[in-house]
């Protein structure tokens, strides 16, 4: 259904009261039906009463309101309710999509109803795989301690996941955790001789996790490989964890990074100091299988026509429980890439400096430059990926969701990829121009001081994509308020009366102005400093995605137009600078949610103080497009603070400095730092800030910038770039360009 599909994708927790409504005929909205699912699931616990399913209810729109419930947010007490729904249900003899039959049983499990949930896995619209995992976890002793030997455990993990020729999982005798003891079977390390590979691994703050993904490297049935640990300027890093990752083999080292800069600059590191025919990438909490290399490799040394190759990983908690509600934790594994180094590093470079998703995108990229897709190992099992917190994907993905920001770094690189196939240039320089727009919440700084400017004198807050009939007004809008001046940010979030069964691009208009940097796409967890977020379209308030957190602007102008047939008028017309306050309140809206475009105006001002922290302003739709909107804007700019078309006119003749620590000092010792001297303003900061950047990503702690290193570094407007190197300063003065 494709309704329940934008519900999911848009995680409008709002959007469910259209689905309680729908399945129980408008006696129950999304409170009423939770209560009542939460009474079920005591019911069948026999804890109390079990409440009866509502007459004329719908139950495929009930079995659709439910598997949202449990999926959307997460929650356990959603979680909860949803499996009372589907017990009773269940107990109608109602018949359940797959996706939803899946839930159901993994629900259960994590209720502790262990035998009711492997026999509603035995549907056949379950797939073999999460039948085979709730099995595995229904004698995990976490479920079921003194109830099934740690063989019976074992035996049904390698039956759902070791496939024909892989040796089988085995644990050891002691460890911290479950996943801490995983080992093989028949396996012997060194076995296979072959090229070198680099195993690349980067670490922050690392604990005894590494030494699980350590032991793994040197339990490889493949021999020549090495490790190259890269810690990411950890200030906290388990005491002597490091020494010992690298005493546990010959093959392994630790490169020690001055200053942070992410996953994916820590690989870039290691990549210079290489000189293996090939590389991939383990997670240091993460466990590869022995043969991983070997069987990665394989079909790479047998077709020298192929440049990469990628395997299957399975997600894993600390007691190796394989079941998440709406998963079936099976996934292509994007670390485990094994790329061969010549031709392919050689000619597509390296890895995007973004924090996340950038592996894929290394994937993609690879794909367009060769014409040749990536081998797949769909068959194989190689790494056991530990699901937690502190991962780079926790909390980006749920069930038919995950961030828009993944959306928006697809989208942007895409344009590039395609020029790649065109014939354009595939090297990725990470110390030169970015090559596409990247979300800006994925380049923090390396040091605080090194953040970019995150102020917006107007965010519009519209639907964007493409087709849509309204695009073409916002854009007019958007366009109006750069030749203003104002510095202005892009809020996509779609509008759940338009739903669709998948996503689509953002109008090409949009994403030019975005690409081109004129504009910036914003998310609403960013901490970001708005003036104004502009609403033309209010019922996209109506459904507001659900949000861990979300910024707090001084103040929200919602139009307030709506059909003559309502009988309701605009409130009031875009105050003015001087005025205070906010818009007197429109009048009452006879609206219903039942009509697309429509909107109830006391449930858009509800969730505008939920999700903003302040009030709504209503205003007369025709003054919040084009130029009458940015307009008055620019007043409203003008009062607090320069746009930002005159914040680039400081006094040339006035520098500043910006220093960056980069290293810390022991007792006795001065503390290394790198400054950089500059025309005063914010584009000599922004100069001083890439500047900075690109020699901390290439400086080894210690040494000392060259002549050359400044002259190709240096921004104009960057006048010096000086070091203090344990009490030595060094001065390179940048020649004027």
Same mark, same amino acid.
């Given at each position: 259904?494709?309704?329940?599909?934008?519900?999911?994708?848009?995680?409008?927790?709002?959007?469910?009261?259209?689905?309680?409504?729908?399945?129980?005929?408008?006696?129950?909205?999304?409170?009423?039906?939770?209560?009542?699912?939460?009474?079920?699931?005591?019911?069948?616990?026999?804890?109390?009463?079990?409440? #009866?399913?509502?007459?004329?209810?719908?139950?495929?729109?009930?079995?659709?309101?439910?598997?949202?419930?449990?999926?959307?947010?997460?929650? /356990?007490?959603?979680?909860?309710?949803?499996?009372?729904?589907?017990?009773?249900?269940?107990?109608?003899?109602?018949?359940?999509?797959?996706?939803?039959?899946?839930?159901?049983?993994?629900?259960?499990?994590?209720?502790?109803?262990?035998?009711?949930?492997?026999?509603?896995?035995?549907?056949?619209?379950?797939?073999?795989?999460?039948?085979? /995992?709730?099995?595995?976890?229904?004698?995990?002793?976490?479920?079921?301690?003194?109830?099934?030997?740690?063989?019976?455990?074992?035996?049904?993990?390698?039956?759902?996941?070791?496939?024909?020729?892989?040796?089988?999982?085995?644990?050891?005798?002691?460890?911290?955790?479950?996943?801490?003891?995983?080992?093989?079977?028949?396996?012997?390390?060194?076995?296979?001789?072959?090229?070198?590979?680099?195993?690349?691994?980067?670490?922050?703050?690392?604990?005894?996790?590494?030494?699980?993904?350590?032991?793994?490297?040197?339990?490889?049935?493949?021999?020549?490989?090495?490790?190259?640990?890269?810690?990411?300027?950890?200030?906290?890093?388990?005491?002597?964890?490091?020494?010992?990752?690298?005493?546990?083999?010959?093959?392994?080292?630790?490169?020690?990074?001055?200053?942070?800069?992410?996953?994916?600059?820590?690989?870039?590191?290691?990549?210079?100091?290489?000189?293996?025919?090939?590389?991939?990438?383990?997670?240091?909490?993460?466990?590869?299988?022995?043969?991983?290399?070997?069987?990665?490799?394989?079909?790479?040394?047998?077709?020298?026509?192929?440049?990469?190759?990628?395997?299957?990983?399975?997600?894993?908690?600390?007691?190796?429980?394989?079941?998440?509600?709406?998963?079936?934790?099976?996934?292509?594994?994007?670390?485990?890439?094994?790329?061969?180094?010549?031709?392919?590093?050689?000619?597509?470079?390296?890895?995007?400096?973004?924090?996340?998703?950038?592996?894929?995108?290394?994937?993609?990229?690879?794909?367009?430059?060769?014409?040749?897709?990536?081998?797949?190992?769909?068959?194989?099992?190689?790494?056991?990926?530990?699901?937690?917190?502190?991962?780079?994907?926790?909390?980006?993905?749920?069930?038919?969701?995950?961030?828009?920001?993944?959306?928006?770094?697809?989208?942007?690189?895409?344009?590039?990829?395609?020029?790649?196939?065109?014939?354009?240039?595939?090297?990725?320089?990470?110390?030169?121009?970015?090559?596409?727009?990247?979300?800006?919440?994925?380049?923090?700084?390396?040091?605080?001081?090194?953040? /970019?400017?995150?102020?917006?004198?107007?965010?519009?807050?519209?639907?964007?994509?493409?087709?849509?009939?309204?695009? #073409?007004?916002?854009?007019?809008?958007?366009?109006?308020?750069?030749?203003?001046?104002?510095?202005?940010?892009?809020?996509?979030?779609?509008?759940?009366?338009?739903?669709?069964?998948?996503?689509?691009?953002?109008?090409?208009?949009?994403?030019?102005?975005?690409?081109?940097?004129?504009?910036?796409?914003?998310?609403?967890?960013?901490?970001?400093?708005?003036?104004?977020?502009?609403?033309?379209?209010?019922?996209?308030?109506?459904?507001?995605?659900?949000?861990?957190?979300?910024?707090?602007?001084?103040?929200?102008?919602?139009?307030?137009?709506?059909?003559?047939?309502?009988?309701?008028?605009?409130?009031?017309?875009?105050?003015?600078?001087?005025?205070?306050?906010?818009?007197?309140?429109?009048?009452?809206?006879? /609206?219903?949610?039942?009509?697309?475009?429509?909107?109830?105006?006391?449930?858009?001002?509800?969730?505008?103080?939920?999700?903003?922290?302040?009030?709504?302003?209503?205003?007369?739709?025709?003054?919040?497009?084009?130029?009458?909107?940015?307009?008055?804007?620019?007043?409203?700019?003008?009062?607090?603070?320069?746009?930002?078309?005159?914040?680039?006119?400081?006094?040339?003749?006035?520098?500043?400095?910006?220093?960056?620590?980069?290293?810390?000092?022991?007792?006795?010792?001065?503390?290394?730092?790198?400054?950089?001297?500059?025309?005063?303003?914010? *584009?000599?900061?922004?100069?001083?800030?890439?500047?900075?950047?690109?020699?901390?990503?290439?400086?080894?702690?210690?040494?000392?910038?060259?002549?050359?290193? *400044?002259?190709?570094?240096?921004?104009?407007?960057?006048?010096?770039?000086?070091?203090?190197?344990?009490?030595?300063?060094?001065?390179?003065?940048?020649?004027?360009?």
């Amino acid at each position: 259904m494709a309704f329940v599909a934008s519900v999911l994708r848009t995680r409008s927790v709002a959007g469910r009261n259209v689905l309680a409504r729908k399945a129980t005929g408008g006696t129950l909205d999304d409170d009423g039906l939770r209560a009542l699912g939460a009474a079920a699931r005591l019911g069948h616990r026999g804890e109390g009463p079990s409440p #009866a399913l509502p007459r004329g209810i719908d139950k495929a729109v009930l079995a659709a309101y439910a598997h949202v419930l449990a999926v959307q947010v997460g929650r /356990q007490e959603d979680r909860d309710a949803a499996l009372g729904i589907f017990g009773l249900l269940a107990a109608a003899g109602h018949r359940f999509t797959g996706r939803e039959v899946r839930t159901y049983a993994q629900l259960l499990l994590f209720d502790g109803q262990l035998d009711r949930a492997v026999a509603v896995s035995q549907d056949e619209e379950v797939k073999d795989l999460v039948r085979g /995992q709730i099995a595995t976890d229904r004698r995990n002793p976490r479920f079921a301690p003194d109830t099934h030997s740690e063989a019976e455990w074992l035996a049904a993990m390698n039956a759902s996941l070791i496939a024909d020729g892989l040796a089988p999982l085995a644990l050891l005798p002691d460890g911290p955790t479950a996943f801490d003891r995983l080992t093989t079977t028949a396996t012997t390390p060194g076995s296979v001789r072959g090229p070198l590979i680099a195993i690349i691994m980067s670490a922050f703050n690392p604990d005894a996790k590494l030494i699980t993904a350590v032991r793994s490297c040197v339990e490889q049935t493949y021999a020549d490989w090495e490790l190259l640990i890269v810690d990411d300027a950890s200030p906290e890093p388990m005491d002597g964890v490091l020494a010992a990752a690298e005493a546990m083999d010959p093959r392994v080292r630790v490169i020690r990074k001055a200053v942070n800069g992410g996953t994916y600059r820590a690989r870039n590191t290691a990549l210079r100091q290489t000189n293996a025919e090939f590389f991939t990438c383990l997670d240091s909490d993460d466990w590869a299988h022995p043969q991983r290399l070997e069987r990665g490799v394989a079909p790479l040394l047998a077709d020298p026509s192929l440049m990469v190759t990628r395997s299957m990983c399975v997600r894993a908690d600390e007691d190796l429980v394989l079941t998440r509600p709406g998963h079936h934790s099976l996934i292509l594994n994007a670390p485990s890439l094994m790329v061969r180094m010549h031709p392919a590093v050689a000619r597509v470079g390296f890895f995007d400096t973004v924090r996340k998703a950038a592996d894929t995108e290394y994937a993609v990229r690879l794909e367009a430059a060769f014409g040749r897709r990536v081998r797949d190992l769909k068959k194989d099992v190689l790494t056991m990926a530990r699901h937690e917190a502190g991962s780079l994907s926790f909390g980006e993905f749920l069930p038919g969701w995950r961030h828009e920001a993944r959306n928006a770094y697809r989208q942007a690189y895409g344009p590039w990829h395609q020029a790649i196939r065109d014939g354009a240039d595939p090297f990725l320089d990470p110390d030169g121009p970015r090559r596409f727009v990247a979300p800006a919440r994925w380049q923090s700084p390396v040091d605080p001081r090194l953040a /970019q400017p995150t102020h917006f004198d107007v965010v519009l807050l519209d639907d964007f994509r493409d087709g849509r009939p309204g695009v #073409a007004s916002s854009v007019a809008t958007l366009r109006a308020c750069l030749d203003a001046g104002l510095s202005v940010g892009v809020l996509h979030t779609e509008d759940l009366w338009e739903f669709a069964p998948k996503e689509s691009a953002l109008d090409p208009r949009v994403l030019d102005l975005v690409n081109g940097g004129a504009a910036e796409r914003i998310y609403y967890e960013d901490t970001v400093d708005v003036d104004s977020v502009v609403v033309p379209s209010p019922s996209i308030l109506q459904f507001p995605p659900w949000v861990a957190g979300c910024f707090t602007p001084a103040r929200v102008l919602v139009a307030s137009s709506a059909p003559a047939s309502t009988g309701s008028s605009p409130a009031s017309t875009l105050p003015e600078p001087s005025a205070g306050g906010a818009a007197p309140p429109p009048a009452p809206s006879t /609206q219903t949610v039942t009509d697309p475009g429509r909107f109830e105006r006391a449930e858009v001002e509800r969730h505008t103080v939920e999700l903003f922290g302040v009030a709504a302003t209503w205003v007369a739709a025709e003054e919040l497009h084009g130029e009458r909107l940015a307009g008055v804007l620019a007043k409203v700019a003008r009062r607090g603070k320069p746009l930002a078309a005159e914040r680039d006119s400081a006094d040339s003749s006035e520098t500043a400095w910006l220093t960056i620590r980069t290293r810390r000092p022991a007792d006795g010792e001065h503390a290394d730092a790198l400054a950089v001297r500059y025309v005063a303003g914010p *584009a000599g900061h922004t100069a001083a800030v890439d500047t900075a950047r690109a020699l901390l990503e290439v400086l080894e702690p210690g040494v000392p910038v060259t002549a050359e290193l *400044a002259a190709s570094a240096a921004r104009p407007g960057v006048q010096l770039i000086a070091q203090n190197l344990s009490g030595q300063v060094v001065q390179v003065p940048v020649p004027p360009t």
